[in-house]
């Protein structure tokens, strides 16, 4: 793709009223979820293409571009999530767009959550009201990562 302009959009995101992405959602569509490592790549690539959206409406603004900014974002294997908080810098953009290697090395945030039987995490998602009642307290501290002015402080 390198040389080629390509568009990415995630499966569900958040956003404000002035379209700033604000989270990202990517649902693993693989059907051997287990041995899946597709989603968490897609989920990258649309944090990186929201960086560069996010610019190009500041640069139209007469605004200055953005130098970082973190996505929190989230992998569904059904109703298992996975959650990222992954930082995008204007080099890293920049590195996607000329197609090499950046410099800098990018380091994700990944947490999986604990619920008792992680064997069968996938399988079971939030069906047992055990797993539920752990999956549904990360949903609720993860918020604080979903920036309300569109920034992550």
Do not use: W
Not at 14 to 29: A, F, R, T, W, Y
Not at 83 to 95: C, G
């Amino acid at each position: 793709m390198c040389g080629e302009q390509t568009y990415v959009k995630p499966d569900v995101y958040l956003s404000d009223i002035s379209s700033n992405i604000l989270m990202l959602i990517q649902e693993d569509k693989t059907v051997a979820m287990q041995s899946s490592t597709g989603a968490t790549p897609q989920l990258i690539a649309e944090a990186i293409g929201a960086f560069q959206h996010k610019n190009r409406m500041r640069r139209g603004a007469k605004l200055d571009p953005l130098k970082e900014m973190v996505f929190p974002g989230i992998v569904m294997h059904g109703t298992a999530p996975i959650f990222y908080l992954i930082p995008v810098t204007e080099e890293l953009s920049e590195a996607v767009i000329l197609g090499r290697a950046p410099t800098v090395k990018t380091v994700v945030k990944e947490y999986i959550p604990d619920v008792p039987r992680m064997n069968r995490r996938t399988e079971e998602g939030m069906m047992p009201l055990d797993n539920r009642v752990i999956i549904v307290q990360c949903y609720k501290a993860f918020k604080r990562f979903i920036p309300a002015d569109g920034f992550l402080e």
